[in-house]
C-alpha cells in the first residue's frame, strides 16, 4: 500500500512557478513509476508528466515541455514537479500517481494509487 500526499499548489500569477512535491509512504517507493496528472473542470484527467522508478525516462505534455520539469528523491520518497512559466491554462487540480510494473506513463488505468490533488490557479 503507498498513500501520497501532494503539496504546493496554490495562486500565482501568469508566467510566475510553482514547485508541486509528492510525499510517499511505503518502502517500495524507488520501485513505482511515477506521474503528474491534471483535470480541469469539465475536462478528462490528462498526463501531465510522468518519471521512471530509477528517473532514467521521463515523458512531458507537448504543452508543458521546456516548463516543467519532473523530478524524484528515492531517498525521501518524494517526486517534484517544478512548473516554470505557468500560464491561465495551466490552471487545474493536480495529481500525484504512482504505478508499479510495466506503466504506460499515459494511462490513467495503469497507476495504482493516487493523491487527493492539489490546486493550481493561475491568474492573467
Known amino acids: 500500500q503507498v498513500q501520497l500526499v501532494e503539496s504546493g499548489g496554490g495562486l500565482v500569477q501568469s508566467g510566475g512557478s510553482l514547485r508541486l512535491s509528492c510525499a510517499a509512504s511505503g518502502r517500495t517507493f524507488s520501485s513505482y513509476s511515477m506521474g503528474w496528472f491534471r483535470q480541469a473542470p469539465g475536462k478528462e484527467r490528462e498526463l501531465v508528466a510522468a518519471?521512471?522508478?530509477?528517473?532514467?525516462?521521463?515523458l512531458y505534455l507537448d504543452s508543458v515541455k521546456g516548463r516543467f520539469t519532473i523530478s524524484r528523491d528515492n531517498a525521501k520518497n518524494t517526486v517534484y514537479l517544478q512548473m516554470n512559466s505557468l500560464k491561465p491554462e495551466d490552471t487545474a487540480v493536480y495529481y500525484c500517481?504512482?504505478?508499479?510494473?510495466?506503466?504506460?506513463?499515459?494511462?490513467?488505468?495503469?497507476?495504482?494509487?493516487w493523491g487527493q490533488g492539489t490546486q493550481v490557479t493561475v491568474s492573467s
Open positions: 500517481a504512482a504505478g508499479a510494473g510495466r506503466v504506460r506513463f499515459g494511462f490513467v488505468s495503469d497507476y495504482d494509487y
Open positions: 518519471i521512471s522508478w530509477i528517473g532514467s525516462r521521463t
